[in-house]
């Protein structure tokens, strides 16, 4: 799966409907401090589905939402779309019907975060684990932001492994198994309950 455009709206400084071509190999993004490059870096994450603000620099997820300027009101929505070259078909079967794939993230005040997947309303989960898999999750250390290289020499081996394991792609299977073992701690207590009917009723 190769991104091939972003188009942010209402995203932080981003007030204006703006959108950036993905081309394949490196991309660079220059400009002088403070013109949003790593709101940019930040939009990528979040249409992937992070939901911790401090990872957005905030304190909540509506800091996300542009918050106005001398000449400019605050929008109310922030939206980031992200189109996703799914000509290779890898994509699971939920997300798999076209060569591409559009993912949009939307938070409005008040109302919290919906998202969609070629028009069609999706679970946060669903597009967290589409590219989890895909080894380009929020945590992607593909995505690097400033002063993450000193916090990785200095990461404890455990921090460094949950890196490894996000490059090769399986942090959504320890996603996986943990929802399984709840459920199976679930089922558990429900047998439990059953049996104690049952010893009631003999
Ligand atoms: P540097 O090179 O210094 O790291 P940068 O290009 O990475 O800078 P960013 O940190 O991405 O810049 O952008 C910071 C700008 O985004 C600041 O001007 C800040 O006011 C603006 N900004 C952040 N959040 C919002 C928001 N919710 N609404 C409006 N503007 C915002």
Redesign the pocket.
Known sequence: MQFTKLRLVGF??FVDPTELLIHRGLTGVV?P???????LLEALRWVMGENRPTAMRGTGME?????G?ASRPARNYAEVTLTVDNSDRLAPPAFNQTDKLEVVRRITRDAGSAYKANGAEARARDVQMLFADASTGSHSPALVR?GQISELINAKPRARRRILEEAAGISGLYQRRHEAELKLKATTANLERVDDVLGQLE
């Open positions: 932080k400084s400009g401090n403070g013109c949003g490059k790593s709101n800091d996300v939402i542009f918050a300027a400033q």
